[in-house]
């Protein structure tokens, strides 16, 4: 089994911060890419920020220069730090690993964290 968890989330004010976690645990062999998406309630999961094996970043418009997504990939961990938060930043953020190969499959699958909670207070 592989198992994603994120946590880091809570309530903050306008132009707080918040820094996510996300860990991998399972027997994974590898992860190609990691990444955050969020979903508010009433609206679809949109991407938020991903970033690959090698460390090279992709952020939806709406959060660059506000976000930074890194990865440790010894311990299977991405994060999110999240500066200048808005309202609009309220939703579930879900933890994604991508192309994910597990000692006792040469399979690349898609796994999904639980979702942490982010709220915005204006």
């Known amino acids: 089994q592989v198992q994603l968890v994120e946590s880091g989330g809570g309530l903050v004010h306008t132009g707080g911060s918040l820094r996510l976690s996300c860990a991998a645990s399972?027997?994974?062999?590898?992860?190609?890419?990691m990444g955050w998406y969020r979903q508010a309630p009433g609206k679809q999961r949109d991407l938020v920020a991903t970033?690959?094996?090698?460390?090279?970043?992709n952020y939806a418009d709406s959060v660059k220069g506000r976000f930074s997504i890194s990865r440790d990939n010894a311990k299977n961990m991405v994060y999110l730090q999240m500066n200048s938060l808005k309202p609009e930043d309220t939703a579930v953020y879900y933890c994604?690993?991508?192309?994910?190969?597990?000692?006792?499959?040469?399979?690349?699958?898609?796994?999904w964290g639980q979702g942490t909670q982010v709220t915005v207070s204006s």
């Open positions: 994604n690993a991508n192309g994910v190969r597990t000692l006792s499959s040469l399979v690349l699958r898609d796994y």
């Open positions: 399972g027997s994974i062999f590898s992860i190609n890419a």
């Open positions: 970033i690959s094996r090698g460390g090279s970043t």
